[in-house]
């Protein structure tokens, strides 16, 4: 479902006064199956981000790098966008830590905005949207279980609740890749099961295929099988979470390790695959 082969990123950097440059990504591949929960590990500035905008669409590689394809099209080859770019777009839906919402505007209307792509800029800018379009989001709205908040202006919402408005917006875009950076870094540690528990409960059920950037390793080890591990730039593990020593932990966040394990919260329960996603309560 994602292939990203020899993915290379360089930006523009000063070093002692002087123009110089930075590899952020540095020939990046692997292969992700449909159906696949994959998180994507590394210390701060490992490059996560970085893949992530890459893998949706939203900034180019390097030139002579290689390429990456999703749903079998490809996105980006080198340094340009594919003419196929429009199509990996539409079937990828992306979820970032700020939740992207506009406060003002209630629930529904902010689910809404997850079809413009399908809409004229009139329709757009004049909100008009279908009635089995309002009804197609508001059962987004029931399947991360926030149904009842859908004309509630979407800034009274928990921080929780609002990126579960998040994830709602990507499966009424019909998203079958969902791409994840850092959902739940700024939630307490109940907010964050919740939103996990969503994310992760939603793509099993729908067969999507998920990518989470994660900084606590209690979560990816409670809900992905597989990790990606990056340490400055490169990818440095490609396996089963379960084979994530705390030697490799070492060599992805350093000195950091021993920290991050301590002040790890509990693992939280694994979401069993049969739970409905309506059991998640607001
Ligand atoms: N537009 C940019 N211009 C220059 N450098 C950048 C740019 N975007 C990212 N970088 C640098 O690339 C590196 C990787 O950044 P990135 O945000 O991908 O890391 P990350 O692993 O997601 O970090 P974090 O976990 O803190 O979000 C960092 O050193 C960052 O400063």
């Known amino acids: 479902m994602i292939v990203a082969e020899n993915v290379s990123k360089t930006f ?3 070093a002692h006064g002087q123009q110089s440059h930075f590899k952020a990504l540095d020939r990046i591949s692997f292969s992700i199956a449909a159906g696949e929960c994959v998180a994507l590990l590394g210390a701060s500035g490992s490059g996560k981000s970085t893949l992530i905008r890459m893998m949706c669409g939203l900034a180019r590689m ?5 390429h990456i394809a999703i749903g079998s099209k490809l996105a980006l080859q080198g340094n340009r966008f594919s003419d196929e770019i429009a199509q990996t777009r539409k079937i990828t839906g992306v979820i970032f830590q700020q939740f992207n ?8 209307t902010n689910v809404l905005v997850g079809c413009l792509h399908t809409k004229s800029t009139f329709d757009v800018l004049f909100r008009r949207f279908t009635e089995a379009e309002r009804v197609q989001a ?23 609740q609002q990126q579960r408005v998040a994830v709602a917006r990507a499966l009424l875009k019909g998203a079958k890749v969902l791409l994840a950076d850092e959902p739940v870094a ?24 998920l990518v989470v950037s994660l900084h606590q390793i209690s979560i990816a080890r409670t809900y992905c099988q597989r990790a990606l591990g990056m340490s400055r730039g490169r990818l440095v593990f490609d396996g089963p979470i379960a084979d994530l020593t705390e030697q490799r932990l070492n060599q992805l966040y350093g000195a950091d390790a ?22 998640v309560s607001a």
């Open 186 to 209: 700024s939630l307490d540690p109940e907010s964050a099961r919740k939103v996990m528990d969503v994310l992760f409960g939603l793509t099993k059920e729908l067969g999507m295929t």
């Open 138 to 160: 508001l059962e987004c709205l029931d399947m991360v279980g926030l149904g009842p908040q859908a004309y509630q202006r979407a800034s009274t919402l928990s921080g929780g």
């Open 101 to 108: 919402l506009v406060g003002q505007l209630d629930v529904l």
């Open 258 to 279: 021993q920290e991050l394990l301590m002040n790890e919260p509990p693992a939280v329960l694994h979401v069993n695959e049969s739970q409905s996603h309506s059991l």
């Open 12 to 14: 523009p950097a000063l």
């Open 62 to 66: 390097d030139a002579g790098s290689g």
